[in-house]
Each structure stands twice: as structure tokens, then as C-alpha cells.
């Protein structure tokens, strides 16, 4: 499976954006799908995951309320859509799927990853 993820882009400080995740197959409806970001000298963080039939969500306690999760299994896309930014939300933003339908935190469980896309938040 591979991931493509777009979206990104410098925006002002509560702007919104909305990333995206394409996937190269169909077998991606049956994973879980999630998003982590990646701050320059830091650790690659879980932001979200949804499970592979959308009916379950999890989301990192910095975003709850602010960002939504969702995905279009007919698109074989995924989606990340960031109400509310601040400059704390810089970093590099990966997809990620997992097989098992795992939407925990834990990025090791995580099989495939897109290349990422920066998001910069100017304050």
C-alpha cells in the first residue's frame, strides 16, 4: 500500500486547513488509518486514527475539538481537517495505516506510511 499526503501549507494562527492521504489500493478499506506529526528535534507523534469502517475515532488530547478525522473508503482517501491552528501544531504530518484495525497511538503497529507534508502555523 502506498500513501500520498497533500494539503499542507503556511497558514496564520486560527486558520484551517485540510489534509489529505490517497492510497494506491483498495485493500487500504481494510485498515486502520491514522495521522502523526513531526516537529523539527522531536519524536513523530500520534494526531489521530480512524478505524477501518470509520465507526471509531481517536484523537491525541492537544487536537480533540479542533481537528476531525474522516475518510471516504470509495475515494480510498483519507482526511485530516484542522479547525482552530496554532503555531504548536507545526510539523511535518504523516498518514499512516495499520493493519488488524489498530487506531491506538502506538506508531510501531502502524505499517505503511505516506512521505508527509509540512504544516506551518505563523503566530
Known amino acids: 500500500v502506498q500513501l500520498q499526503a497533500s494539503g499542507g501549507g503556511l497558514v496564520q494562527a486560527g486558520d484551517s486547513l485540510r489534509l489529505s492521504c490517497a492510497a494506491s489500493e483498495r485493500t487500504v478499506r481494510v485498515y486502520a488509518l491514522g495521522w502523526f506529526r513531526q516537529a523539527p528535534g522531536k519524536e513523530r507523534d500520534f494526531v489521530a486514527a480512524i478505524s477501518w469502517g470509520a465507526g471509531a475515532r481517536n484523537y491525541a488530547d492537544s487536537v480533540k475539538d479542533r481537528f476531525t478525522i474522516s475518510r471516504d473508503n470509495a475515494k480510498n482517501t483519507l482526511y485530516l481537517q484542522m479547525n482552530s491552528l496554532k503555531p504548536e501544531d507545526t510539523a511535518m504530518y504523516y498518514c499512516?495505516?495499520?493493519?488488524?484495525?489498530?487506531?491506538?497511538?502506538?506508531?510501531?503497529?502502524?505499517?505503511?506510511w505516506g512521505q508527509g507534508t509540512q504544516v506551518t502555523v505563523s503566530s
Open positions: 499512516a495505516a495499520a493493519s488488524g484495525n489498530y487506531y491506538g497511538t502506538d506508531r510501531s503497529r502502524y505499517n505503511y
